[in-house]
């Protein structure tokens, strides 16, 4: 295996990996090593972001020890692999993450002491890898890290955007204005570039189908772009397994346009290449909304094309055939986005390989596996006929054969039944027809999953009743949710992670998060509940600092914290909260000062970002900042009451907002949100929620106690009677919404004709997130919130229990349940002399 002299390697490499040791002043010298060579700089010319860089760059080289080490064992071990297919990574900072993970925190934090920087600092230059919106990307991010923490097999693949989620500032007038983030503008130490790998990619062109539509078809002509991965290893917490994150970068074919080149248009050459580049220049910043742009078509074949190639590429070296390709590799679906990738697997099975249609179609349902994030019917992908057929005209051939082969199918087992036909068409009839992402992503897999077990049984009964009855119950499932405690509690609460583990004996939770249980037996304790409040008073002004620095607000240090951070949506109701601080706000000018002074001080705490054309969304941000504006400059409220709106929400900044709550809101519509995962980092800080019977709200209260939870409004049954008063106008408006709206009116938060269309959405039969339906609960609610704060030793009893009885929202328990259940794959450690 080696070229040249075995020895002569062998002694190379031992060392080499001696150069890896962690005492504190080996980690210098490889810091110093990567000021001196890769950066080129000397001492004196070290600032904190050349600091960043070298400590990067040295971690970086552990790293990718540790992923050669697991890459190499992988493949020589034969074992399966899972590919986790998602359009969205939300990574956030590298640096600290993986100097936990690796276990080296310690010495790195005194070895930089040594050479004059704060390790705090320091963190703090690194840009969020902000390869996602929200919710889906961070899910992701952490499964990730439980797979590599597990030691299960499994690569990431997804888009390497140029540009991430845009950067948030709100203006003057308190509107969000979006600017770009070159996240890549300084060198990113996190990814390993791959130009030697490139692939290639088609579109467009000419195709034939196969004979009576299953025998092999082609596909010739068309545009190539080139697809050029970059990895990110993802270490694992003390374990030497380091998993993968593929991305890929598009780049353009110049030199190949030979024909161009000679008639001497070297400008439409070049031209021709930067277009193709635009397919990964952004990421589309939309959330739960599908907007049928062409370049996401082509950004989602592009990736998915890719990811098959190289699978594909790794599977003919096993030499087995292809009936076991789903032996060695399960694909989860991370929402339809990678959907393409069935009719790709098809096209690779039996136009490339000479599968049998029937066989081919039994490996891709065995490979994939599908997970839905929302119902909401505007999020759900639909593709025009048309379009497809211009970018991709082989691929929808396929889908009309897989569909054929469906309705066939329905046909026979309820004849006649033409309503359900349509239903369950993979294309839509209407002008012009559409595809339909899920019903495929349906038909394509063996398992289709929600997030949250509500959620779960709403994709069941309302998304896909006739694919329950087709395919079998058993073709449905769910997982909820999980968040990984190694950032979300271990990095981003570091006093509190050090109070578990010192009262617990050992920090074992970090990777069993059921350990936490053993917290309620000090739940009561007041010299463990008085060190329990201390952290979060600790973290409380660590927030108020940054709220300090960021809006030059001075907030009361000591009140309570409510907080709802998340992107902004009218199903989220950010605009529900904004009129309960309205209300809050009208009271205590009602009040004389002494009542005021009894009344428990809060700081409601906002941030998220709207999508850049999503106009409602946008008027809650400004009401948001118009809001603050006068409540923070009345001398009268101060103490009592302030409101923030933090700019730029992020992964980074979430970090600092959770630990800091008392109260944190997820206060969608029943039956809107499908999980949510930052009400189980908010529980899991020793936050309380305020929630509706929504998502993983509710089984988050099943598992820390109904006690422990702050529940309101209707039900998910309830909606659409009440959507449908509204709609024949038979609804009532509380008095006390309407004395918030008239507030408005009068422009006591500024001009007022500018809320209008926002205020628009609550009447007129409109109202479709019912927030007049659940107003009077919400405010109920909030008066329970300030009645339980008085009695400080049951309300920190209540956040020891909470954070106590998290451990099943784990992102561990979480894809040990999707290895078990749906890939059928297990755990592999990577033996010490690998
Ligand atoms: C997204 O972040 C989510 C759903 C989507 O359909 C899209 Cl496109 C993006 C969120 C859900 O809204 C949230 O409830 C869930 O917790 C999260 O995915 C992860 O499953």
């Avoid at 919106?133 to 140029?162: E, H, K, M, Q, V």
């Avoid at 600017?179 to 060198?187: A, G, S, T």
């Avoid at 999980?482 to 981003?492: F, H, I, K, N, P």
């Amino acid at each position: 295996i080696f070229p040249g002299d075995a020895k002569a390697w062998k002694s190379a490499i031992a060392k080499n990996a001696e150069s890896l040791k962690t005492d504190v002043d080996s980690i210098n010298a490889q810091i110093v090593h990567h000021v001196e060579t890769t950066l080129a700089r000397a001492a004196f010319n070290v600032d904190e972001m050349a600091m960043y860089q070298a400590a990067a760059l040295s971690v970086r080289d552990r790293l990718i020890h540790n992923w050669d080490v697991t890459q190499t064992f992988h493949t020589q071990a034969r074992t399966k692999r899972v590919y986790y297919f998602s359009l969205e990574y939300l990574l956030g900072r590298g640096y600290d993450n993986a100097l936990l993970n690796l276990g080296v925190r310690q010495p790195y934090n005194e070895g930089l002491k040594g050479l004059g920087f704060n390790m705090e600092d320091v963190i703090d230059v690194e840009r969020d890898m902000g390869l996602g919106n929200g919710g889906l990307g961070r899910l992701a991010a952490c499964y990730l890290d439980s797979t590599s923490t597990l030691d299960i097999p499994c690569w990431g693949y997804t888009l390497r955007y140029s540009q991430g989620i845009f950067k948030q500032i709100i203006d003057s007038s308190g509107n969000q204005v979006e600017v770009p983030d070159p996240w890549l503008e300084n060198q990113n130490p996190w990814e390993i570039p791959r130009l030697d790998n490139a692939v290639e990619i088609k579109f467009h062109g000419e195709a034939t189908p196969g004979e009576g539509g299953k025998g092999p078809g082609t596909w010739t002509g068309g545009l190539d772009v080139l697809a050029v991965p970059y990895d990110i290893p993802v270490p694992g917490y003390k374990t030497q397994t380091t998993n993968n994150i593929r991305a890929w970068s598009a780049r353009g074919k110049v030199s190949f346009d030979l024909a161009k080149f000679n008639a001497g248009d070297y400008d439409a050459a070049v031209r021709e290449a930067e277009e193709a580049e635009t397919i990964t220049r952004v990421l589309y910043p939309n959330e739960n909304f599908d907007k049928g742009k062409a370049l996401r078509l082509k950004q989602q074949y592009f990736w998915v094309a890719a990811s098959l190639h190289d699978i594909c590429r790794r599977f003919r070296k096993l030499r087995v055939p292809w009936s076991e390709f789903p032996d060695y590799n399960a694909i989860q679906l991370n929402d339809t986005h990678p959907t393409l990738a069935i009719p790709e697997l098809m096209r690779i099975l039996v136009d490339e390989e000479g599968q049998p249609w029937d066989e081919a179609w039994e490996i891709v349902r065995r490979t994939f596996s599908y997970t839905n994030h929302t119902v909401l019917s505007e999020a759900l992908e639909k593709w025009s006929v048309p379009l497809v057929e211009w970018l991709l005209p082989r691929h929808l051939q396929i889908i009309y054969e897989i569909n054929l082969d469906m309705l066939k199918d329905v046909e026979k087992k309820w004849p006649n039944d033409r309503a359900r036909l349509a239903r369950m068409s993979l294309i839509e009839e209407g002008y012009p027809k559409m595809v339909r992402m899920a019903n495929l992503a349906v038909v394509g897999s063996h398992r289709v999953n929600g997030v949250a077990a509500l959620h779960s049984h709403l994709v069941q009964q309302d998304l896909f009743p006739d694919f329950v009855e087709y395919l079998g119950r058993d073709h449905f499932g769910n997982v909820t949710n999980g968040v990984t405690a190694r950032r979300w509690l271990l990095q981003c609460n570091p006093s509190l992670a050090k109070l578990i583990t010192d009262t617990l004996g050992s920090d074992e939770w970090v990777v069993n998060l059921d350990k936490l249980e053993g917290l309620t037996k000090y739940a009561k304790d007041k010299a463990f509940q008085k060190k329990w409040a201390a952290c979060k008073q600790a973290n409380r002004e660590r927030l108020c600092d940054y709220i300090e620095a960021t809006l030059g607000l001075t907030v009361n240090r000591h009140a309570l914290i409510d907080v709802q951070v998340k992107r902004i949506h009218e199903y989220k109701r950010q605009f529900m909260n904004i009129l309960g601080v309205i209300f809050r706000y009208l009271q205590l000018k009602k009040m004389s000062p002494a009542d005021r002074k009894r009344l428990v001080p809060r700081l409601s705490v906002f941030a998220g970002k709207a999508a850049p054309g999503y106009y409602i969304a946008k008027l809650i941000i400004r009401l948001c900042n118009a809001v603050s504006k006068t409540i923070n400059a009345d001398k009268d409220i101060r103490e009592s009451l302030s409101v923030a709106f933090l700019p730029d929400y992020s992964v980074s900044l979430a970090e600092i907002i959770i630990p800091a709550s008392d109260i944190s809101e997820h206060i969608s519509t029943a039956g809107t949100e499908a999980s949510g995962t930052s009400n189980m980092k908010f529980a899991l800080n020793g936050g309380l929620l305020l929630g509706t019977l929504d998502g993983a709200n509710i089984e988050i209260a099943e598992a820390v106690g109904d006690e422990n939870v702050f529940f309101f409004g209707h039900v998910t049954p309830d909606v659409p009677k009440l959507r449908r008063a509204h709609h024949f106008g038979e609804v009532q408006y509380p008095a006390e919404l309407l004395e918030v709206v008239d507030a408005i009116r009068s422009g006591m938060f500024g001009e007022a004709g500018v809320f209008e269309p926002l205020l628009g959405t609550l009447f007129e039969g409109k109202d479709h997130y019912l927030v007049s339906d659940d107003f009077l609960s919400y405010l109920q609610a909030q008066k329970m919130v300030d009645e339980a704060y008085v009695d400080q030793p049951s309300w920190v009893e209540k956040t020891i229990n909470s954070t106590a009885r998290m451990g099943r929202f784990a992102s561990d328990r979480a894809v040990l349940q999707y290895a078990e259940e749906i890939w059928n794959i297990e755990p592999i450690k990577i033996p010490q002399d690998a």
